[in-house]
């Protein structure tokens, strides 16, 4: 039997499952191998059953791809959109727009005129600082650089993307409203505690105030008492409790942003991988997984062709539209995470072609 999930049921449901101690059995979660390193090596062990390839494929900087799409739709904002419309590198042409340097200076590793700091690094990292409020003093330490270079940063950025920090504010307004917010396709992220938890840390502000101001006088005194140690492990122990509660108001604010775009992304690749799973049944492939941003199918050897690319490349690309392009990267393996890219493959003998074969070390007979 079906049941309809609703606001009204939500939170009985969820207690139903929680209570349930009947127990299934867990699948294999490949997201936690890494790509590189010692996750690589487990990687490489994967390969397809007898007479069919591995074909991966994984979309392209979808997360700043969503909040480009949210900056234009909602405010108007092209800056960060036009980025992916021409099809440039979105780091180091976000890079050369905020410090209005050239391109030289902007690509991976390089150094900005001063040679003070990586302008494409600071970007990349940059841009979650603002997103997570981060201050320019914590940057600056984060990333080694001065509280000027911070600063700069900061205001320079606000200056090209305009829209960005009234994204985010937004979100986490309307969560802190509403208890909830909502990915592009409409799936709900409900912060029930926030609101009651956000009024007892407000009224336990001053509080929290007071017992700072004990603790730091307790500390500075040159003699302590055993009275006093026993009075500063008792304040130290309330404001861990009243300080707990103040970080998940932080953690709720940081989360409902996050949970937008990154919901969005995942309900992007659940809808690829609806679409994919009826080609895999219709044609007689195998969905072997879908780890993050990738896919990654069996395809039966014959049909490793031109088509069967085009095809995953759609499905990938357009299954879902936004008002940016969606790229994706396939690759063709026959181990995982031997890759091949689609020019470099041999479809008649399906193989890597000559002036590509043996990259990993293979050999092919």
């Known amino acids: 039997m079906s049941l309809t999930i609703t606001d009204a049921n939500y939170h009985a449901i969820v207690r139903t499952l929680i209570a349930d101690n009947r127990k299934v059995k867990r699948g294999q979660n490949l997201q936690n191998l890494p790509s590189k390193g010692a996750g690589n090596r487990v990687r490489n062990q994967f390969v397809p059953r007898d007479g069919f390839t591995l074909v991966g494929a994984d979309l392209g900087q979808i997360e700043p791809r969503i909040m480009a799409h949210i900056m234009y739709t909602r405010y108007g904002d092209n800056s960060m959109r036009q980025i992916f419309v021409d099809g440039v590198d979105l780091y180091t042409t976000m ?21 003070t ?46 829209s ?46 007071r017992l700072y101001t004990e603790r730091k006088q307790l500390r500075s005194k040159s003699v302590l008492t055993p009275a006093d140690n026993s009075r500063l492990n008792a304040l130290q122990a309330e404001i861990d409790v009243l300080s707990e509660k103040r970080g998940l108001i932080g953690y709720w604010e940081r989360a409902s942003f996050n949970a937008v775009v990154q919901g969005s992304g995942a309900d992007i690749l659940k809808s690829i991988g609806i679409r994919l799973a009826q080609i895999c049944r219709e044609r007689g492939w195998e969905f072997n997984a879908s780890i993050h941003d990738e896919a ?10 031109p088509e069967t690319i085009a095809l995953i490349n759609d499905v ?29 493959w041999d479809y008649v003998n399906n193989r890597p072609l000559p002036e590509f074969a043996n990259r990993y070390g293979e050999v092919y007979v």
């Open 117 to 162: 700091f990586q302008p494409r690094k600071m970007m990349k990292t940059g841009q979650l600082a603002v997103s997570y409020d981060q201050s320019p003093t914590a940057f600056a330490k984060k990333m080694n650089v001065s509280a000027e270079v911070a600063e700069m940063f900061f205001a320079n950025f606000d200056a090209t993307f305009p």
């Open 316 to 344: 990938m690309t357009q299954t879902t539209t936004l008002s940016l392009p969606l790229v994706t990267d396939v690759a063709i393996q026959k181990r995982w995470m031997f890759e091949y890219k689609a020019h470099e």
């Open 296 to 305: 990654l199918v069996s395809v039966p050897d014959e049909q490793v062709t």
């Open 95 to 115: 890079a050369m727009m905020t410090f209005n340097i050239a391109e030289e200076f902007c690509v991976d590793k390089a150094y900005d005129p001063t040679h």
């Open 164 to 209: 960005f920090k009234t994204m985010v504010a937004d979100i986490r307004e309307f969560m802190r409203q509403h208890g909830y917010v909502e990915t592009l396709s409409g799936r709900k992220r409900r912060f029930p505690d926030y609101k009651s938890t956000a009024a007892a840390a407000g009224k336990n502000e001053q509080r929290l105030i």
